[in-house]
């Protein structure tokens, strides 16, 4: 895992954007999984930006979202469909038909959700997934004890992420009780994962992802098991980890590196003779 750090919460965000963004530019026809909750709504704010100020397209990206509350029209305020249009689909050029969230009203959720997975197949596999994490250590809606190789499924919440969510609904009631999900095993097919953690409240939960052992009690240490993963996390979410003085210390070699490169490239592009 590349663990990156900032000294707050708007850079990290910036920072994750930036990631998306050069993605986007390098294959504009690339496949994005993208996350809900408050961690990512600045990152979403800064690529709203890029498109609209720098010309960032989005006009060929497929995306696909991780999770869905069982029984949420799209039209709820609270449904992850209604999240991502209000703040990212509608302030950029991408195609409503290209954006993919799994249906919280879907008739045979089964059914549903194996379309999910084939449609993510289809699409040549996700580049980039975009993941939060919940106090618990979760991912999507992948709670403590969730197979480290499933696929989407219809998951009961925690007690604890039902609390959490609670501030979004108004009270613990009016959080729904399921949630359809992208499985472990879904998420580590993507070829890249983004993991953003914000605030100290996620503090305990990233030292375990990326410092603890691999386990399905903290379904985010499944991480440690894929080849590409860049953790970017603020000082408040990284304060609980034990080698944060060598995760600083191997992105200054790499920036270092990023140097020596470009002057490389400069001196090789000077006039011949
Ligand atoms: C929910 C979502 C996760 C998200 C988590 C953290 O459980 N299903 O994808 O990572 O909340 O949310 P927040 O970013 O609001 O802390």
Request: overall charge negative; hydrophobic content about 40%.
């Amino acid at each position: 895992m590349r663990v990156i750090i900032h000294p707050d919460p708007q850079s990290a965000s910036i920072r994750a954007a930036n990631w998306i963004a050069e993605l986007v530019r390098r294959k504009p026809a690339c496949v994005l999984g993208l996350a809900t909750g408050s961690t990512p709504i600045a990152t979403y704010r800064e690529l709203a930006r890029l498109h609209q100020e720098e010309g960032l397209d989005f006009s060929r990206v497929t995306t696909f979202n991780l999770d869905e509350y069982v029984g949420l029209p799209p039209t709820h305020p609270q449904s992850y469909r209604y999240f991502m249009d209000e703040n990212l689909f509608r302030e950029i050029d991408i195609p409503p038909q290209n954006t993919n969230v799994p249906d919280g009203r879907a008739l045979d959720f089964e059914r549903h959700c194996e379309a999910y997975e084939r449609q993510i197949k289809a699409a040549g596999n996700i580049d980039l997934q975009l993941l939060g994490i919940g106090v618990d250590g979760h991912i999507a809606f992948n709670e403590p004890g969730s197979s480290l190789g499933s696929r989407t499924r219809i998951k009961t919440l925690a007690w604890q992420t039902v609390q959490d969510n609670a501030r979004f609904f108004g009270s613990e009631a009016d959080v729904p009780r399921m949630a359809i999900t992208m499985g472990v095993g879904t998420i580590l097919d993507s070829r890249q994962c983004l993991l953003l953690a914000l605030g100290s409240s996620k503090a305990d939960a990233i030292a375990a992802t990326v410092e603890g052992p691999v386990t399905a009690q903290v379904t985010a240490s499944a991480l440690q098991l894929h080849r590409d993963v860049v953790v970017i996390l603020d000082e408040g979410a990284a304060s609980q980890l034990k080698r944060r003085e060598y995760y600083v210390n191997v992105e200054s070699v790499q920036r270092e590196l990023e140097n020596v490169r470009s002057a490389n490239q400069k001196n090789n592009q000077g006039p011949v003779g």
